[in-house]
């Protein structure tokens, strides 16, 4: 029988125990060893030479970038197959008080423009910083997943008319994926294999294998997560593994659908708004400043989420201003005819001086005209203003029902 996969919180005393030790040392694959003295083979008005850090303990990347949208990195990649691995990783230092903004570019496979190429935005604030991106997390700006069985170009670029930092090593986490048929030492195959879960990893890992009745099961716990794989005809719990279904279930936690916290950039704007990364430290950190003209917005379009299971969408914002500013937030769906006002969902917030919270429920939302929406594919959602003003951004988040 084909096997599916069910989250649990506990293990159950009937199963055989083995309990493995601490986890191993991260596995990392060198993408650009500036230790070893390597340098990127491709630039673009960015100065670049080998230094040395005392906070690295040895020698570092240092690159001048002389200009707004200054760049380095690789074509002709190290590593051009990127599939298996769980992240980009490396260190950079700013030597100067004033943060900076800069974005990851990844060109791959399926790369034919603008759209179909990964954008990841980040702040490197003064002093030294550790990134890790998930590979898993990165997009396409057409929100497609990028290919990364092949990486044909990477860059880092500066938003900044000039900016001096250093770097270290660049890394690719975890293990590239095995050649097609292969199968790892002690490890199930592809249909069984268990599905990590998000969030930490710290502690020991326990392994638990025996049977409910009929059923095998092979239970992974690592920390406070676990992971069942059981064969079909045991029930689903919220959270499994599989297709879409005619009714979604209630959303378990929270999730992001713009995490601007880690450098995701909106991929829709109209009427020129000004967007940039700051450091605002009263939303916890990196956030979006968005600057609108009348008529001007910003979110994402070219998407199909399926909101269904969440009770709302949830953002902290910043109003910088002495006078309140009043926001439309729109959403569109499969449901919203071209062109058409009635059939799509649109929420005016007033935004007071200081920090807020916008909250749009969609637990019984209805579309402009009183229709129900199709919050099962949602197309296109965005911010507007109809003043001048500015704004400041947190995470745009999907919220669970409490």
Not at 57 to 68: Q, W
Not at 196 to 224: H, Q, S
């Amino acid at each position: 029988m084909k096997p599916i996969r069910l989250l649990a919180a506990i293990a159950l005393p009937l199963f055989a125990l083995a309990v493995a030790s601490a986890q191993p040392p991260e596995r990392k694959s060198a993408l650009l060893a500036v230790s070893r003295g390597a340098l990127p083979n491709d630039t673009t008005d960015a100065e670049v030479s080998l230094d040395s850090k005392p906070e690295y303990d040895g020698t570092v990347l240092k690159v001048n970038f002389s200009k707004e949208w200054a760049s380095f990195g690789q074509t002709r990649v190290s590593i051009p197959n990127w599939e298996g691995y769980n992240s980009i990783k490396f260190d950079v230092h700013n030597p100067t008080d004033n943060p900076v903004a800069v974005t990851l570019t990844i060109k791959h496979r399926n790369s034919k423009d603008f759209a179909s190429r990964v954008d990841q935005s980040f702040i490197v604030k003064p002093g030294p910083s550790t990134f890790d991106f998930p590979l898993a997390e990165l997009s396409n700006h057409d929100g497609t997943r990028p290919d990364l069985s092949l990486v044909k170009h990477w860059y880092i670029a500066t938003d900044n008319e000039a900016a001096l930092l250093y770097f270290g090593d660049f890394w690719l986490t975890g293990e590239p994926k095995p050649a097609s048929g292969a199968v790892p030492a002690g490890v199930g195959t592809a249909a069984s294999a268990p599905v990590p879960l998000p969030g930490p990893t710290a502690g020991p890992v326990i392994r638990i294998t025996g049977r409910i009745g009929d059923a095998p099961v092979d239970l992974t716990i690592t920390g406070l997560q676990a992971i069942i794989v059981a064969p079909e005809g045991i029930a689903a719990v919220s959270g499994a593994v599989g297709g879409p279904t005619a009714v979604a279930a209630a959303a378990t936690m929270d999730a992001p659908l713009l995490a601007i916290s880690r450098g995701k950039m909106p991929n829709d704007t109209n009427g020129d708004p000004q967007l940039a990364l700051v450091d605002e430290p009263q939303l916890g950190g990196v956030a979006l400043k968005g600057t609108f003209v009348k008529g001007a917005s910003w979110g994402e379009s070219r998407l199909n989420k399926d909101l269904r299971g969440y009770a709302a969408i949830r953002c902290t914002v910043l109003n910088p201003g002495t006078t309140p500013v009043m926001l439309d937030f729109v959403i569109k769906h499969n449901g919203t005819k071209q062109g058409d006002f009635g059939t799509r969902m649109d929420k005016e917030v007033v935004l007071p001086p200081g920090r807020t919270e916008i909250r749009i429920p969609l637990a019984g939302a209805s579309n402009n005209d009183g229709s129900t929406p199709d919050l099962s594919t949602i197309k296109q959602w965005y911010f507007s203003s109809e003043i001048p003003a500015t704004i400041v951004f947190g995470d745009v988040i999907l919220e669970a029902p409490k």
